[in-house]
Nanobody, 124 residues
Framework: QVRLVQSGGGLVQAGGSLRLSCAAS????????IAWFRQAPGKQRDFIAA????????AYVDSVKGRFTISRDNAKNTVYLQMNSLKPEDTAVYLC?????????????????WGQGTQVTVSS
């Protein structure tokens, strides 16, 4: 397993941008697929975006396509989520997750390492 530490997030007005980072410890980071999920109070944990170990493939939920971009820098053991054109409905706790697999997954139960979570609040 890898240990994931998140940074970024905060309060932003609608239409603004934020970048989340997910830094991993461990020497095998480049063999992990990484995903971002979010969870609003009282709601389930929803898939947002994922990236394969190589960064060659990505996936997004329809509601963030064209606004969010997931990327990774394996030399820095870090995955990023660039969020643009933020909307109030994007408000949630955002979590990164890792699974040691070639394939991405949209299911939270497929991931075995999680970041601590970071709050993103978008005001209208």
């Amino acid at each position: 397993q890898v240990r994931l530490v998140q940074s970024g997030g905060g309060l932003v007005q609608a239409g603004g941008s934020l970048r989340l980072s997910c830094a991993a410890s461990g020497r095998s980071f480049s063999t992990y697929a990484i995903a971002w999920f979010r969870q609003a109070p009282g709601k389930q944990r929803d898939f947002i975006a994922a990236i394969t170990w190589s960064g060659g493939s990505t996936a997004y939920v329809d509601s963030v396509k064209g606004r969010f971009t997931i990327s990774r820098d394996n030399a820095k053991n870090t995955v990023y989520l660039q969020m643009n054109s933020l909307k109030p409905e994007d408000t949630a706790v955002y979590l990164c997750a890792a699974r040691r697999a070639i394939m991405m997954s949209r299911t939270p139960y497929d991931y075995d390492s999680w970041g601590q979570g970071t709050q993103v609040t978008v005001s209208s």
